[in-house]
């Protein structure tokens, strides 16, 4: 196996070394499962509503919760103003960035009220603009959003504007012309990004090993100049850590970061596709033992932080307010079709 | 004859390809264990191993552009691009130079691809897993561009591909893989490449479509029958090279004309396809020329209500065709 030279830059990360565990007070733990557990109620929710026949596609981020949301948090922690260009698995993304379940599941219904695309486009596609924090996710064509986020950098820097820009995106992704193509040019001129890949280990079916002849995605992070940090990214303090330093590095202009964050997809590629095909239920069964939200629930309870009473409270808050969500989704109308040819271009 | 699906007609012809000829191999997203998104590949792994159905790294530059390395040399690689809509990336290499090898190379090199790609809308695909992108192609010389409608079809001129030593992309319209199905012979058959078909004989309109459209231009038939309109609607099959002599004798038989597509409408296959009436049919005619395509903006919306409002249906290609018929 070929190995670049720069590997040394490449550093692993456990949960135990934390130079921000002084933010990280037991209620800020607390704070932060609860959202977790809402967002897989959330998940599973919208999974069902699939299987209804209610919702026509969904990607799940069951597995990827504790990389999507450490990550939004400590980017919104430690940066001055964020622009996000997530990639399609992104629910505990958007919930982590402020978006409620009665939003996304507005969303994933196509209904109206959508606010990322008004049901033109996949669920939490589009753009959601607020003045701090900014989630801009065009397309789900892999790894196109590394160069818009390249961009936007690039436009941050050339407007003195001091946002931080971070992006998501899956192990395949990184296969793409894109993907290298951006993250060279972030190299380059030492722009604020932070590329985060979520690895899961397929993309799809296929399987990593098809992918790259590399075992951390990180590696290729010293192609371009910049680190590559691997994170295990089912703990989400790790995740955490990593994500705030990347910030704060791109804050001070020292330049872009790469962060690998080994992840498990816990359900199939979409609610279209049978994984059965292409993981034996053996391989299912090893990516269950390593739940984001498993593990950090015996941390917590470890830690003497959650008790299996607040565990119970936060699963029935979690479902009432999801089936509060549902009932108003549910209930939204449909985009209609009198601004259909709108916002092709500028309007006269 | 047996009873098939598109999806199906599609496995078989690359499967009896596979056997006849140790040169074809396919490479793409996902074709090995998954089968492919749409199981259009299901079970050729397991018959030809993982040296020719090889799933590969997801860049589709690299997809066609290794496909195209490999034709030059001298294998026939059936090149899958997941979704139409991915097709981006590959078109430097399809475009910008697979259709470009032989003119360039004065015929010393050649390149016998196929790119397969599934197409089309009404799947609920949203944006990105919908659009209609065989007219950027169409315009190209040193491709060929087939839209099958039919399993028959698209058995026959799928081998036809794959045997053409030219490049060749083939779009499968995704709507129609487990809608339509169909006779398909037991016995061997291939279908030429460029040769447009009537799928309903009538005398009274020529209604031209390719794809899925070519089924709701039947149905739309149906229902100009019973208001006493003979309508003939005329499946292209090909849209690059485009089969001349079967739109215009069908035009100067019908002397009226309704052409059908799902993509956008401004520089569709519609505009070529009216161009050519024009240029050498027009005494024949007896209406405008009309077409029913779907609308100008850039791509197929998700929601249920907009992607219907975007899709040509059977009701709005009756209107159509009423439309020319009252002339
Ligand atoms: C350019 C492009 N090619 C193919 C696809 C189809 N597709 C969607 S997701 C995906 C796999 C992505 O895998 P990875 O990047 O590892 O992310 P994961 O879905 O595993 O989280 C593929 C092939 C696409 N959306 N865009």
Known sequence: MVRSRNTAATQTRKAAEHAVAEVLTPDVLLGWYSTMVLVRTLDERAWLLNRQGKAAILASSQGHEATQMGAVWAAVRYSPSLAIFPFYRGLATAIATGITPTEALLSILAKAGDPASGGRQFPLHGAVMTPKLKVINISNVVATQIPHAVGYALGCRMSGDPTVTMTTFGDGATSEGDWHEGMNYAGIYKLPVVFICENNGVAISVPQRKQMAIVNVADRAAGYGMPGVVVDGTDVMAVYEVVGEAVRRAVRGEGPTFIEAKVVRLLPHTSDDDDRRYRTPEELEDMKRRDPLKKFKEHLMEQGILTAQLDEQAHKEAKEHVDRATEAAEAAPFPDTGDFYDHVYASE | ?327
């Open chain 2, 1 to 327: 004859m047996a009873v098939k699906s598109v999806i199906e007609a599609v496995r078989e012809a690359m499967f009896e390809e596979m056997k006849r000829d140790p040169n074809v191999f396919i490479m793409g997203e996902d074709v090995g264990k998954r089968g492919g998104v749409f199981l259009a590949t299901r079970g050729l792994i397991e018959e030809f191993g993982e040296e020719r159905v090889i799933d590969t790294p997801l860049a589709e530059s690299s997809i066609a552009g290794i496909a195209l390395g490999a034709a030059m040399q001298g294998r026939r690689p059936i090149a899958e691009i997941q979704f139409a809509d991915f097709i981006w990336p590959a078109v430097n290499q399809i475009i910008g130079e697979a259709a470009r090898v032989r003119y360039g190379t004065k015929g010393v090199l050649h390149v016998p691809m196929v790119v397969r790609c599934p197409y089309g809308g009404g799947v609920r695909g949203g944006l990105f897993h919908s659009q209609s992108p065989e007219a950027y192609f169409a315009h190209t010389p040193g491709l060929k561009v087939v839209c099958p409608s039919t399993p028959y079809d698209a058995k026959g001129l799928l081998k036809a591909a794959i045997r053409d030593e030219d490049p060749v992309v083939f779009f499968e319209h995704k709507r129609t893989y487990r809608l339509v199905r169909g006779e398909v012979p037991d016995e061997e058959y291939v279908l030429p490449i460029g040769v447009a078909d009537i799928k309903r004989a009538g005398s009274d309109i020529t209604c031209i479509s390719y794809g899925l459209m070519v089924h709701y231009c039947l149905e739309a038939a149906e229902m100009l029958a019973k208001e006493g309109v003979n309508v003939e609607v005329l499946d292209l099959r090909t849209v690059r090279p485009l089969d001349k002599e079967a739109i215009l004798e069908s035009v100067r038989k019908t002397s009226r004309v309704l052409i059908v597509h799902e993509d956008n409408r401004t520089g569709g296959l519609g505009a070529e396809v009216a161009a050519i009436i024009a240029e050498e049919a027009f005494g024949h005619l007896d209406a405008p020329i009309t077409r029913v395509t779907g609308p100008d903006v850039p791509a197929m919306p998700f929601s249920p209500p907009l992607e219907d409002f975007f899709m040509p249906n059977p009701e709005k290609i009756a209107a159509g065709l009423r439309r020319v018929a009252s002339y």
